[in-house]
Every structure is written in structure tokens, then in C-alpha cells.
């Protein structure tokens, strides 16, 4: 198990490494490149806007071949091939278009490599929390390195730093154990459509989906937010560093959460916490340690509801469509959500500033407790 570990642990810790070096940087890089607000937001949500395609193809391609290990090494290669047009400059609809080609095999990685993870550690399921926690390790590294990196180099030079992680990337999908030969069992006609109509199910989405919405202005303007109050990007990174290491403490502690706390329980009160850590992100990010709290609540905004939202995906999609719920779950969440959110913060801040499209993402997080609180239910146990 140390070995099977180990292998699973490294590709996570690569890509969040990626997504540590580009998510508080990157809209950065497009302002000093010249990009008005509205463009980096639409930039800014090309990222999550490829979930919704990308993950729902690849993992309907895992289930019909059962060959997900192919499939990650394919995307992983496709991906750092396709960012290298980036240094071509091109312009704004240019880098779109490179951004959408890139991100496309990007986003289709994550959602298979779940599914791997879960089958690689079969009845050992509680284990996943330590393996994923690795991406979080890999986050904080990249956001400490290039923000350091970045007090003395320009921002023009971001994309550089990149490519490292790429490659890192790369190495770790070729590491990762085989799946055994064989085709998966199909499971009966029509039972996704079935699942997909269940109120807790659409529920459980609608929920996830306001989640990410409210999450667009973060991903999009928080770094932007901080500068305009004055922070450097050391600081900058390092409070990046610190949302991701509050949610390394929780997923080291979350299945003792599990065993105190219901999930409706946990599910009610991470969004409750979430509401209130954008207002304080809105209202006081100039006072460092109520900042620096709001941060901690990352904890509860990411790291509870999405370890619950992995057991829901296993109980109500089962083995035999565990690769296109799971799919479905980064597609009209993290996907769509994100998407809509960039946008519409983009927006807000276009008009009125940072600080509003903040309180925008509280009033997403309050229909999202009302949904949670009417309509969700806890997921099936999984099917062994």
C-alpha cells in the first residue's frame, strides 16, 4: 500500500502544484499584459469553463474502456503541448483559443484520476483524504516558489515557470500504475438518466454549481483585490498558502468529522462558513488577521464540501457510471459554476469594484443553504 500510495499521491501533487503557481497569478499576468477586466474574466473562465465539456467526454471514454490510465497520460502530454502556444503571444483571442485547448485536456485529467484513486485503494477508501492531501502540498509549494520567485522576476515571466509543472505533470501520469486489462460492466439502460432525477441528486448539483459561482470572484479577483489594498505577492501567495494548508488540517482530521458530525450537518454548516468568509473578504480584507481567518475558512468552502460531495458522487452513481458522475460533478459544478461566477464578478467589478462582487458570491452561498436545507439528503452507502 506504501507503494500504490505514493504513485497516487504524486500526480495530485503535481497538478495542484499547477494550479498553485497559475490561479493567484495568472490574472495578474493578463493585467500587466494589458487585458481589461471584462477579457480576464473571460480568460479567467475558460479554465472552468472546459470542465464542462472536457471531463464529461473523457469520462464517458474512461467507462466504455475502462482504460483510464491511457487516457490520463494522453491528456497530460495533449495539455503541455498546447500551453506552449502561449508563448506565441497572440493576443487576446489568440490566448483564447490556446487557453481553451490546453485547460481542455487539463480539466479532463482530475476527474479520472478520482476514479483511479478510489479503485486503486478499494476497501482502504479512507485513506483517500491523505493521497489527496498531497495536492494540497503541491498548491502550497508552487504558490510560496513563484510568489517568491515573482518579488524579483516580471510577470511576463509566469509562463516560464509553468512549464515545470507541466513536466511534472507528464512524469507523474506515466508513473501511475496500469488498471488491469478487461472491459467494465455496463450497467442497465436508461439508470443514469434515472439518478440524474432523483431531488436529492439535482439538489446535490444545485448546491455545488452556486458553490462555484460563488467561488468565481475568488479564483478571478482576489489577487487583484489584495493588490489594489497593497499586499505584495509574497503576501499575496502566502495567504493563497494558507486557505490550502487549513484544508490539509481538515482533510487529515475529516473522517473523525464524519464520525461526529451527519453530513447534513457538515454540509449546512461549511456553507454557512462560506457565506461568512466572503463578507469578511468584502468588508475587512485591509485588517490582516481577520483576512487571514476568512483564508482559514477555505477549510469548510472547499475542503468539507468537497470531501462530501466524493462520497455522494460513489453512493449515487456506483461503479457503473462512477466515471461520468464524477464527470458531471466537476463539468456542472466546478465547470459551469466557475464559469458563470468569473463572468459575472467580472461584471461587478467592471462597474462597481472588488468588494461587491464579493458580496455577490455571500448571496449565491445563501440560496445554496436554502437549496441544502429543503432539498439534500445524505448519499447511499457505495457498492462494494
Known amino acids: 500500500m506504501i507503494t500504490i500510495y505514493w504513485r497516487l499521491s504524486n500526480l495530485y501533487f503535481w497538478f495542484f502544484a499547477l494550479l498553485g503557481a497559475m490561479m493567484p497569478y ?17 480568460l479567467m473562465a475558460t479554465i ?35 500551453f506552449l502556444g502561449v508563448f506565441l503571444e497572440p493576443g487576446f483571442y489568440g490566448l483564447l483559443l490556446v487557453m481553451l485547448a490546453f485547460t481542455f485536456f487539463w480539466n479532463a485529467i482530475l476527474p479520472l ?21 498531497w495536492g494540497s502540498v503541491g498548491f502550497i509549494v508552487a504558490v510560496a516558489m513563484i510568489g517568491w520567485l ?23 501520469a506515466f508513473l501511475v500504475p496500469q488498471e488491469a486489462a478487461g472491459k467494465p460492466e455496463k450497467g442497465p439502460r436508461g439508470q443514469l438518466i434515472a439518478i440524474l432525477k432523483e431531488p436529492a441528486v ?38 493563497w498558502s494558507l486557505a490550502v494548508l487549513a484544508e490539509i488540517a481538515l482533510f487529515l482530521v475529516m473522517h473523525r468529522v464524519f464520525r ?15 457565506l461568512v468568509r466572503w463578507v469578511m473578504i468584502a468588508e475587512v480584507s485591509d485588517v490582516l488577521f481577520l483576512l487571514v481567518l476568512a483564508q482559514c475558512l477555505h477549510a469548510a468552502s472547499y475542503g468539507a464540501l468537497h470531501a462530501v460531495s466524493v462520497q455522494y458522487v460513489q453512493g449515487y452513481f456506483g461503479r457503473n457510471h462512477h466515471g461520468q458522475g464524477q464527470a458531471l460533478y466537476s463539468g456542472l459544478t466546478f465547470g459551469a459554476g466557475g464559469a458563470l461566477g468569473a ?5 461587478i467589478v467592471d462597474d462597481f469594484g472588488t ?9 449565491a452561498m445563501a440560496i445554496a443553504l436554502v437549496i441544502a436545507w429543503r432539498w439534500l439528503k445524505p448519499p447511499p452507502q457505495p457498492s462494494p
Open 260 to 274: 461526529l458530525c451527519t453530513v447534513r450537518q457538515i454540509v449546512l454548516g461549511a456553507l454557512a462558513l462560506t
Open 48 to 82: 472552468q469553463l472546459t470542465k464542462v465539456v472536457a471531463p464529461n467526454v473523457w469520462g464517458w471514454l474512461g467507462d466504455r474502456s475502462g482504460r483510464r490510465v491511457r487516457l490520463v497520460r494522453l491528456g497530460s502530454l495533449c495539455g503541455a503541448f498546447c
Open 113 to 133: 484520476y478520482e476514479v483511479i484513486t478510489l479503485q486503486g485503494l478499494g476497501s482502504d477508501r479512507e485513506r483517500y483524504g491523505r493521497v489527496r492531501l
Open 150 to 172: 515573482l518579488e524579483s522576476l516580471p510577470l511576463s515571466s509566469l509562463p516560464w515557470l509553468l512549464l515545470p509543472m507541466f513536466a511534472g505533470i507528464v512524469v507523474a
Open 202 to 239: 439535482l439538489a446535490f448539483f444545485s448546491m455545488n454549481l452556486l458553490l462555484q459561482v460563488s467561488h468565481g470572484a475568488y479564483y478571478t479577483f482576489f489577487s487583484i483585490h489584495l493588490e489594489q489594498l497593497g499586499y505584495g505577492k509574497l503576501a499575496i501567495g502566502l495567504l
Open 26 to 42: 495568472w490574472s495578474l499576468y493578463l493585467d500587466g499584459q494589458g487585458f481589461s477586466y471584462l477579457q480576464i474574466a473571460t
Open 355 to 363: 468588494s461587491p462582487a464579493f458580496l455577490g458570491s455571500a448571496a
Open 343 to 347: 463572468w459575472m464578478s467580472g461584471f
